[in-house]
Every structure is written in structure tokens, then in C-alpha cells.
């Protein structure tokens, strides 16, 4: 489900972070939060891919609900904004916190 890039500013190779832009999906590096480029929100993956690879972080309900409090994660959106929410949890979730927790 890796969605790479590399950033022009800090060289970090990582999954990106993606934010509105107007009309537009703009993603962000991971490390550093500057700009990378325009993101296509066709490719951008579905929640059930996003949900799948958080159940492969911590098979456990309790700490993703945990996590879901923490991030700010808001219930019941549809469409590009629940995408967009399912992948910033899988961002959280992969953090150096969780993956050994």
C-alpha cells in the first residue's frame, strides 16, 4: 500500500500525508510537512486497504480506538474526507509509538 515519494527538502523516502488544497489533494512529506506535489485522489487507497494494513500494525481494537482519540479521528465521513481520515490514523498508527507498543 505504499504510496512513496521522495523529498525535494530533507531526502526522506516515506508514505506521504495529504491535505486540501482548494479542489485539489496536496501531499505533504511525512518528516519534514513540506510541499511535494499535486496528488491524484484516484490513488489515494481504499478504506478497506487503509483499515486492513492498521489491523497489520496492532490487531488490537482497544489501541486503535485509543489512537483514533488521539489523532482526532472524526466518525461517520464519507467519500475523499473518510479516505483521507482512514490514512491519517494508518499514518499514526505506523509511528514509532504504536509499532512497538
Not at 20 to 31: D, E, M, R, V
Not at 63 to 90: N, P, S
Amino acid at each position: 500500500m505504499m504510496i512513496p515519494y521522495e523529498c525535494h527538502v530533507c531526502g526522506v523516502v516515506d508514505e506521504a500525508k495529504f491535505v486540501y488544497a482548494g479542489p485539489h489533494i496536496k501531499q505533504l512529506c511525512n518528516a519534514c510537512g513540506k510541499y511535494v506535489k499535486f496528488f491524484n485522489k484516484a490513488l489515494i487507497p481504499d478504506v478497506k486497504e487503509i483499515k486492513l494494513s492498521i489491523w497489520g500494525i496492532k490487531k488490537d481494537v482497544e489501541t486503535i480506538e485509543q489512537a483514533k482519540k488521539e489523532c482526532g479521528f472524526v466518525d461517520g465521513l464519507t467519500g475523499l474526507d473518510e479516505k483521507i481520515q482512514y490514512w491519517r490514523l494508518y499514518l499514526y498508527m505506523r509511528s514509532a509509538d504504536y509499532e512497538n507498543a
